[in-house]
């Protein structure tokens, strides 16, 4: 029993080295063997591999697919004309060179990042530093983004390249500082203000035209009603005045008794009425009774 377990002891020890001796290399990564601290191999194919048991090798792993840097911080820039804005930008970065990488940057890809960031900050720092707002939003953006991209680039291939290389440099938003961009929407709204109050102004003298001219067509055309009303009464006073005068000339007696009896109607229309005359006076005559004048009587047709 002894031997079966050592056997058994020796075969699982056994395994346990052989196992510390093999790594996988994943296609998304490189490979990078250790010697007792130093780099002995770099392993950039994927597939299994040998190495020498812990402690005298050991493996560590960096990423080599395109990483993205996004901007980490939201202090204010200074433009040419000395304006404050924050701007958002993103760096698409990738690693090519492991053993440059570790000597010179870190042992992981946020070491990169970070020293990365500081690079991309300040080039940008320096490039905004030459514009204006107007130059940031509009196409001679894409300068400044290439500006950048080579003043990183220089530093990253300088005289201890990093063994990165940098794809792509975006800026994703340009605005102005908090303070600024709330001065900028008061702005906004005042002129916005200002223009509607010049509408309504617009609007309202347009209005006042409008209303003076429908009343000057009011007036003029109430004033040819009035004239032609006046007319038509006119010529309806001369008929009626023609057909007075002939009634007299044909019968004065009972034009003037007629004209009587519509004066009585006109005076005795209410029953309130109270009236106080001369009985004897012209305005009875034709309501005295038969036994008067025969000048006086009504006459009769």
Excluded: C, H
Excluded at 22 to 40: M, N
Excluded at 56 to 73: A, E, G, H, M, P
Excluded at 220 to 239: F, L, S
């Amino acid at each position: 029993m002894n031997r079966i377990g050592f056997i058994a002891s020796s075969i699982l020890v056994l395994l346990v080295l052989l196992s510390s001796t093999l790594f996988v290399v994943d296609q998304r990564q490189f490979g990078v063997v250790y010697a007792l601290g130093q780099i002995k191999q770099v392993i950039t194919e994927p597939g299994l591999n040998f190495k020498l048991p812990p402690p005298f090798q050991n493996v560590s792993y960096i990423d080599k697919r395109l990483l993205t840097l996004s901007s980490l911080d939201t202090e204010p820039m200074l433009t040419a004309e000395k304006q404050r804005v924050v701007i958002d930008w993103y760096v698409r970065w990738r690693i090519t060179d492991p053993q440059a990488y570790i000597r010179n940057v870190g042992l992981d890809e946020n070491a990169g990042a970070m020293q990365l960031n500081r690079v991309v900050r300040n080039a940008f720092q320096e490039n905004i530093n030459k514009r204006t707002v107007r130059d940031l939003i509009s196409v001679r953006r894409e300068a400044l983004m290439a500006d950048v991209q080579r003043e990183v680039l220089a530093v990253v291939k300088g005289a201890k390249p990093w063994g990165v290389d940098v794809i792509d440099v975006r800026i994703t938003r340009v605005d102005y500082v908090e303070a600024i961009t709330e001065s900028v929407y008061r702005r906004m709204e005042a002129e916005r203000k200002r223009v509607a109050n010049e509408l309504r102004s617009t609007g309202f003298a347009e209005g006042e035209k409008i209303r003076a001219d429908a009343d000057r067509q009011r007036e003029v055309i109430v004033a040819n009603a009035y004239r032609d009303a006046q007319k038509i009464k006119g010529e309806g006073d001369a008929q009626a005045a023609a057909a007075y005068s002939e009634a007299f000339g044909r019968d004065p007696q009972f034009a003037q008794f007629y004209r009587s009896l519509d004066a009585y109607k006109q005076s005795f229309n209410k029953k309130s009425d109270v009236m106080v005359l001369d009985p004897s006076s012209d305005f009875f005559r034709a309501m005295q009774s038969a036994g008067t004048p025969a000048g006086n009587a009504p006459p009769r047709r």
